[in-house]
């Protein structure tokens, strides 16, 4: 299967501060998804981004597809952005199968 | 747009007894997977069905795992006799299929599941 590293693993930030979170695969992919996993569990889309940029609101994403990597920024941060980012990865045939990262847990302090 | 149901939301059951796990995607959605979350890590998918036909099982732990989705709409998981290394949140989650490409994954809100 594809190898999903994130970075960092752990992230603690003032409220208002920045942040880039990274996720590195090891292989080529179809699709690549960015989840915000809430303290109840949930996990949330954020961005469908298999290359490019994107930007919602205070999130972006960029994706490299050829060297096999993305990145999630997160601007002006707030507390209810706490809790643990995912990436997925959809590997090229066979199967479509989705790898996840091991997240990066975040926590934004007041 | 309704999203993806599961129920129950939690369960708790004594090790070697069974236990069933049911799914509704979002309508449309011909791609539906069971995913295994465990305290800390990311999900790990178990099985992956488009329409009722499976296209990956590969991590389904067969002797004591098994999925359905016999009308290609939602979909039971089962685990037939629960071991304790089994408690994890069961996620399920659905996307688009053209071709046979899947587009992006919604997932449930997961069932909690405890044996002791």
């Known amino acids: 299967g594809i190898q999903v590293e994130q970075s960092p693993p752990d992230l603690i930030l003032q409220e208002g501060a920045n942040s880039t979170l990274r996720c590195n695969f090891s292989d080529s992919v179809n699709n690549l998804q960015w989840f915000h996993q809430n303290p109840w569990g949930q996990l949330i889309n954020l961005f469908y981004i298999p290359s490019g940029t994107k930007q919602n609101g205070r999130l972006s994403a960029t994706t490299v597809a050829t060297e096999r990597y993305s990145l999630l920024y997160i601007s002006s941060s707030q507390t209810t952005d706490s809790g643990v980012y995912f990436c997925?990865?959809?590997?090229?045939?066979?199967?479509?199968?989705?790898?996840f990262g091991t997240g990066t847990s975040l926590t934004v302090i007041p | 747009e309704a999203g993806v149901a599961q129920s129950p939301r939690y369960k708790i059951i004594e090790k070697r007894q069974s236990v069933a796990f049911w799914c509704n995607p979002i309508s449309g959605h011909a791609t539906l997977y069971w995913y295994q979350q465990i305290l800390g890590q990311g999900p790990k998918l178990l099985i992956q069905?488009?329409?009722?036909?499976?296209?990956?099982d590969s991590q389904l732990p067969k002797d004591r795992f098994s999925a359905e989705r016999l009308k290609g709409v939602d979909s039971t998981l089962k685990i037939q006799p629960a071991k304790l290394e089994d408690s994890a949140v069961y996620l399920c989650?659905?996307?688009?299929?053209?071709?046979?490409?899947?587009?992006?994954?919604?997932f449930g809100p997961g069932t909690r599941l405890t044996v002791t």
């Open positions: 069905f488009q329409n009722n036909g499976v296209v990956d």
């Open positions: 997925a990865v959809e590997r090229v045939l066979p199967g479509n199968q989705f790898y």
């Open positions: 989650a659905s996307s688009f299929l053209f071709g046979t490409a899947s587009y992006e994954q919604y």
